[in-house]
């Protein structure tokens, strides 16, 4: 199991978010890697009030961050590289089959997950708002567009780019799992296998496993429970 | 200048687009990057009708991509690191200075960019829809809340980390320019600063004068005139 307190690399987390959230934290993904890439690692968890000093480390308070001996780095995509760049699995050497995995990784970030994660805020974060049921009809619009072209473009392949799993497949895997969490991908029978194909990997559920035990270790006490 | 009809390096461009998005669209990264790194390229101009194909190099059906001898990639994020592995300058090679360089190349995409281009949204493609007000100052809420954090981290430093313009401020400023056209940065001085001084780099200067240029060339005509 690559969780070890003696290990090199370091990774943030949170200690506990509410069920709705469980399984799509972003440590996810760099825990999925890291397992993909055989990779030791340790975490150090956070709470809601994060600890004096944590700003230095993630500008926007968020996790995950990653530090070694080498670097301290911020933002998922990046994470991934970097471990990435540790397995020639996950990110080949060879120039167009890097920048295919590259290019994915951004493609997840930046072309889906703004789209699909603003439709699923509607549903939770923003339910209470006035205007969240009427913008519903605009926001999917242009979320099930682009769902629509990346179901096109995986077509019956089994990764983005084939046969090869990448960082762009690990990425774009966790970005769908936020759509379908909110009912997104029911008409996408494509990416929804694409999403049971990921999940399926040894790799990725070692890494909700462990992400869940934390969160599960770490459930708050029901008001006036004995401590 | 780097612009050569025989260059290797081809990149694709929009041939015209409605004043309030002239000076944003996501070629101008690319050209200011291949700018900064001295690098000649041909620009491959489409339209709105995009041409037969276009979705093989870009199954967004957006702008830019990139193709030489070696590689054919879309997402100007993974656009700018095969550019800035180019140049020293750009993505320097030492670990921590180039993990930092590609953590905020991700950051601007991924921690900045969603919220103010969604609250620039409001003021434009979506001020139509009813909800469209009610929204803003909840919208308004989250973009503040990174700009302020991304203020904060860039203190008083001339970028992001210090003296070293990277593709990762190059990312950053083009995304505060957003945020900027829709007078979102209004209350934050020091990254406006930052944004005028991206602005005022020669090679930033030739990138959007060549991206206006293109659109001043290809301004429709108005119904009536002659052809």
Redesign the interface.
């Known amino acids: 199991m690559p969780i070890d307190p003696h290990a090199a690399i370091e990774i943030t987390a949170l200690r506990w978010v509410p069920e709705g959230a469980q399984g799509l934290g972003k440590d996810l993904r760099v825990r999925w890697a890291l397992e993909e890439a055989g990779l030791n690692y340790k975490v150090r968890l956070i709470g809601g009030e994060r600890p004096s000093g944590y ?1 230095q480390d993630q ?4 996790v995950p961050c990653l530090r070694d001996d ?9 994470i991934l ?2 471990i990435g760049e540790k397995s020639d699995e996950l990110l080949p050497a060879d ?2 089959t890097r ?2 995995a ?2 994915w ?3 997840a ?3 889906v ?2 789209f699909v ?2 439709r699923s805020l509607l549903n939770n974060v ?1 339910a209470g ?3 969240a049921e ?2 519903k009809p ?1 926001i999917e619009h242009f979320a099930r567009l ?1 769902l629509q ?2 179901s ?2 995986l077509g019956d392949k089994q990764w983005l780019e084939g046969d090869r799993f990448t960082i762009g497949d690990l990425m774009m895997v966790t970005v769908l799992r936020i759509a379908q969490r909110s009912g997104q991908l029911a008409d996408y029978p494509g990416l929804a296998a694409y999403v049971k194909l990921g999940e399926a990997r040894p790799a990725f559920r070692r890494a909700l496993s462990d992400q869940l035990a934390v969160f599960a270790a770490n459930q708050p006490q029901p008001e006036g429970a004995a401590a």
């Open positions: 700003l500008p926007f308070n968020q080498t670097v301290r780095i911020f933002e998922s995509g990046a590289q970097y120039p167009q920048y295919s590259i290019q990784t951004y493609a970030l930046s072309s997950e703004p994660q603003f923003f708002e006035e205007w009427p913008a605009t682009r072209q990346l096109d473009r």
